[in-house]
Nanobody
Framework: QVQLVESGGGLVQPGESLRLSCKYS????????VAWHRQTPGKEREFVAH???????TYADFAKGRFTISRDNAEKTVYLQMNDLKPEDTGVYYCNPVGTSFWGQGTQVTVSS
């Protein structure tokens, strides 16, 4: 059974940081581009960043300079380091091996003073 488990979310104040993790069960996903998406209140799910098997990365404009995506294939985990968080970053963050229909349950990020 394929599993994707996101973790690391929480409640933080503006300017603080969080590191999200996406642990996947299938070794083959280490060859896939894996993306982080988010669903913020009142908006559709949007792309945040993705990383390919060679660790080449792509970011949404709002994530550039603040977020860093990385992966550890040995641990079957993709990370999203989020710095200088803003209230508009509040939402549920999901990971997805691109081109598949597999999604985790998401992890809630709340940025509030």
């Amino acid at each position: 059974q394929v599993q994707l488990v996101e973790s690391g979310g929480g409640l933080v104040q503006p300017g603080e940081s969080l590191r999200l993790s996406c642990k996947y069960s299938e070794t083959i996903f280490s060859r896939y581009v894996v993306a982080w998406h988010r669903q913020t209140p009142g908006k559709e799910r949007e792309f945040v960043a993705h990383i390919d098997s060679r660790s080449i990365t792509t970011y949404a404009d709002f994530a550039k300079g603040r977020f860093t995506i990385s992966r550890d294939n040995a641990e079957k985990t993709v990370y999203l380091q989020m710095n200088d968080l803003k209230p508009e970053d509040t939402g549920v963050y999901y990971c997805n091996p691109v081109g598949t229909s597999f999604w985790g349950q998401g992890t809630q990020v709340t940025v509030s003073s």
